[in-house]
């Protein structure tokens, strides 16, 4: 499954596919990328994030692709399980402070069985 | 060792009531952040704060919004004379050292105003 445009706030996949999820960012002196996974009723979990100097990163069933040219960041999830149901969020720096994160409105991933 | 301990973790004020969130960063985390989260949206920075210090309250309220962070005990996030507009959920993060990758976020205060 796959996020598409600028914003889709739902993502529906089946269990065992590959989830791709997308997101545009803003600010071009942005340097510093998060990807984060916040289940109903607790706070954001760290996923993976990524430099401006780099333009892909991978983790454990986690890969982070970063184009500068179009502003456009994506989360890869190999092998989407249950347990990935959940909102995810990119966040960017905002201007050279990395404690200030600027979060986007969040895509809505459901897992179906 | 406890993750970042935020409460209450609902709290419900009535208009033109105090309202007073706490958030006890990670043992050895001296870095605080509160971020506010409204329904159906991403996170919004507010402050950041070190131990007795304000760094950076950029994203708060000019006015009815305070935060502080003492030498001795949790990180307070208080909001005066709340109105509907401050329902929200409300996240503390904290990290030893500036925010990077060994931040991590409470599991919010969520409040509510009647």
Redesign the interface.
């Known amino acids: 499954g796959e996020s598409v445009g600028l914003h889709l706030?739902t993502l529906s996949v089946q269990e065992g596919d590959n989830s791709i999820i997308n997101c545009a960012y803003s600010n071009s002196a942005s340097d510093y990328f998060?990807w984060y996974k916040q289940e109903s009723?607790?706070?954001?979990?760290?996923i993976i994030?990524i430099r401006s100097n780099m333009d892909k990163r991978q983790g454990q069933r986690v890969t982070v692709l970063l184009n500068k040219t179009v502003k456009h960041l994506s989360l890869q999830i190999a092998a989407t399980q249950p347990g990935d149901s959940a909102v995810y969020?990119c966040?960017e720096n905002?201007g050279s402070?990395?404690?200030?994160?600027?979060?986007?409105?969040?895509t809505t991933v459901t897992v179906r069985a | 060792n406890a993750g970042?301990m935020q409460n209450p973790r609902h709290l419900v004020r009535r208009r033109g009531q105090e309202a007073r969130l706490r958030c006890s960063p990670m043992k050895g985390h001296s870095?605080v952040?509160w971020?506010r989260q409204l329904p159906?949206?991403?996170?919004?920075?507010m402050v950041?704060l070190q131990k007795e210090n304000i760094i950076?309250e950029?994203?708060m309220p000019k006015e009815r919004f305070s935060a502080e962070f003492p030498k001795e005990g949790p990180s307070i996030l208080r909001i005066q004379q709340v109105v509907r507009g401050d329902s929200a959920a409300y996240?503390c993060?904290s990290?030893s050292r500036?925010?990077?990758?060994e931040?991590?976020?409470?599991?919010?205060t969520r409040l509510t105003v009647v």
């Open positions: 706030p998060i009723g607790k706070g954001p979990q760290f994030d969020f966040a905002m402070n990395d404690y200030k994160l600027s979060f986007g409105a969040g | 970042v870095h952040y971020y159906e949206e991403g996170l919004k920075f950041y950076d950029s994203g996240f993060a990290s500036v925010m990077n990758t931040a991590f976020f409470g599991q919010g």
